[in-house]
Nanobody, 123 residues
């Protein structure tokens, strides 16, 4: 499975961006999907995840109420709508997927990782 993320860019604080991630290859093995991010000099952190059915979603406390994750299984795509962006959201955002249809536990390493897309928020 290959994951290709897009939609990153530069925006001012308070602005919005929408990330997309398309899965290709053995997509029948793609279950839960999500996003992680890594800022310069910081550890990688969980941002959001969604079950295969889309019925359940999960968010880091730092993005709750501002980010929304969704998916379109017909297009093998997961989205991350990011509103009210803050400078501390600046990071490389990585799309992830797992063979399990439920969201893996915190700390679990997802099966598939994309290349990442840069998001820069200026104050």
């Amino acid at each position: 499975v290959q994951l290709q993320a897009s939609g990153g860019g530069s925006v001012q604080a308070g602005g919005s961006l929408r990330l997309s991630c398309v899965a290709s290859g053995r997509t029948f093995s793609v279950g839960a999907m999500g996003w992680f991010r890594q800022a310069p000099g910081k550890e990688r952190e969980f941002v959001s995840a969604i079950t295969w059915s889309g019925a359940s979603t999960y968010y880091a406390d730092s993005v709750k109420g501002r980010f929304t994750i969704s998916r379109d299984n017909a297009k093998n795509t997961v989205y991350l709508q990011m509103n009210s962006l803050k400078p501390e959201d600046t990071a490389v955002y990585y799309c992830v997927a797992d063979r399990s249809r439920v969201v893996p536990a915190i700390g679990y390493d997802y099966d598939y990782w994309g290349q990442g897309t840069q998001v820069t928020v200026s104050s």
